[in-house]
């Protein structure tokens, strides 16, 4: 595809069942990061993946939280038994390979989780 | 750790007139910082990248400068137009290619 596609766009969840969003980065993006943006928040660093590598964990809020890439392209972000406070915009990003100083993020629209 | 400051938080102008929006960095050890728009309940579209050895990118009638050395960075919207209302964040790349985003600056041009 063009971009960053994510996908639901939006997803209601009932509070403590689990939910999966799905990105499919830029074909041939090695790079793939997840954020999280909070009603009237910045945005939050979750997990950033660079080709083979393994992954940069480090701004997953919880263990409920977890992802995967397969195939160094499609990723999946996981949050099991959901809380409320999960509720946000989680955006999906990839850059292409190259020298860090040179490459542009690009992110995809999004998807909306509301728990209730 | 670094710190993404956006000031201001908001702003409010009238259509035709030029402004400047502001983002400053702790942490000069930046690959580059890369400004973006968010319009209401969408994703982020990139704007413009400044790599860390440039000074200025241009693209149409924004453009944006980086100083590294002081931690600063301006995004200038010329002739500015109601449909550059949106939210205008900065974000820096640094070590292990992370972004770190500032809280952006709500921008309305009034008709």
């Known amino acids: 595809g063009a971009g960053v596609s994510q996908s639901p766009s939006n997803k209601v969840t009932e509070k403590g069942k689990d939910v999966e969003l799905r990105c499919d980065p830029i074909?041939?993006?090695?790079?793939l990061y997840w954020y999280r943006q909070s009603l009237g928040q910045g945005l939050e660093f979750l997990i950033y993946f660079q080709g083979n590598s393994a992954p940069d964990k480090s701004g997953l809020p919880s263990d409920r939280f977890s992802a995967e890439r397969t195939g160094g392209s499609v990723s999946t972000l996981t949050i099991q038994r959901t809380q409320q406070e999960d509720s946000a915009v989680y955006l999906c990003?990839?850059?292409?390979?190259?020298?860090?100083?040179?490459?542009?993020?690009?992110f995809g629209q999004g998807t909306r989780l509301t728990v209730v | 750790k670094q710190e993404v400051t956006q000031i201001p938080a908001a702003l409010s102008v009238p259509e035709g007139e030029n402004l400047v929006l502001n983002c400053s960095f702790t942490d000069s050890a930046i690959y580059n910082l890369q400004w973006f728009r968010q319009d209401p309940g969408k994703g982020l579209t990139s704007l413009l990248l400044i790599q860390s050895s440039q000074r200025e990118q241009t693209s149409g009638r924004l453009n944006a400068s980086l100083d590294k050395s002081s931690g600063r960075s301006t995004l200038y919207i010329a002739a500015s137009q109601p449909g550059d209302s949106a939210t205008y964040l900065c974000?820096?790349?640094?070590?292990?290619?992370?972004?770190?985003f500032g809280q952006g600056t709500r921008l309305t041009i009034n008709p």
């Open positions: 990003a990839s850059r292409p390979p190259g020298g860090a100083e040179n490459t542009e993020a690009f």
């Open positions: 974000a820096v790349t640094q070590g292990a290619q992370k972004l770190v």
């Open positions: 074909s041939g993006h090695t790079a």
